[in-house]
């Protein structure tokens, strides 16, 4: 059976985002794979209104959808998505963080959280894999938080990020064409998406840079102090994507890494399990509030900030 790969970008036509996610899908593609390629920006797409329609209908164990499935294409592209065996997604950064455009599709992935959609029988479960490709014109040093955004994105469908590429220093159109590095790296992306594929889902393992990142759970490159959690958990140290807690240990070396405690990925946002700790945090902070004596006296304190009026940008 031939693997499915779509291939997403969110960058300017026949520019670095798009060259090097041609080439990785071309390595996927000679190994036998159907391969699909979307630019977003040949698309509309909303924004999410935060209307939380659809966790209200997940709570309540109903598949209510998306409110805006209907004024733009991105039920459309789900509708595919949900239905690859990987993908491999490409953008430039804008102030250390993946474009907007990128960002505002994968946002609107939460009502279409594949865990639920499989639980209630809506769609048939797929171990899917991901590549990631962050474009930018610097050094990681101004797009830190690009590769570790676009992980994020990442979680609620269920997308197991198996390699990752940092492209820096390529602000011109097709710059990256004059590094042939680059390219053999783009390449050798797809053929880590078709190594994995082709393993044994218990086998699969991270198939990038080696030591990448400060987490060697999910290879981020984030790490944030630990605060206390919702239910009173707390970890020194945590992994700013992937959740997973610890603390800083030097090395023999004198060297400094971050060692994963024993209960440390309880919370492991890449984990089916690990979210739906989440997903009780959401239950508990959200179905507390809806109590007549908290929907009263937010209805009282609201008039002051409904009636309160200030000057704004009139543009004719």
Known sequence: MAFTVLGITAGRKDSNSEILLKEALLACQEQGAEVIMINLRDYHIEECSGCTACTHGMSAGKNVGCTLSKKDDKEAIMNVML??????????????????????????????????????????????????????????????????????????????????????????????????????????MGENIMKSLNTPVAEREWLGDEGMGWCPHCHSNALILGELQWDGLLFPVECQVCGAGGNLEKTEEGKWKFVIQEDGLSRDRTDTEGRAEHVKEIMHTQGGFYTEENLTTVKEKFVKYKELKFPTIEIN
């Open 83 to 188: 239905n690859v065996d990987a993908i491999i997604a490409s953008a430039p950064t804008y102030d250390l963080m993946p474009t907007a455009t990128f960002s505002k599709f994968m946002h609107r992935n939460l009502a279409y959280e594949s865990a639920f959609l499989e639980f209630i029988g809506a769609i048939e479960h797929r171990d899917r894999v991901a590549g990631l490709i962050a474009v930018g014109g610097s050094t990681r040093s101004w797009q830190s938080m690009a590769l570790e955004s676009m992980q994020a994105t990442c979680f609620t469908n269920d997308f197991r990020v198996v390699d990752m590429y940092l492209a820096t220093r390529v602000p011109a159109p097709k710059q990256c064409l004059l590094h042939d590095d680059m390219i053999e790296r783009a390449h050798k």
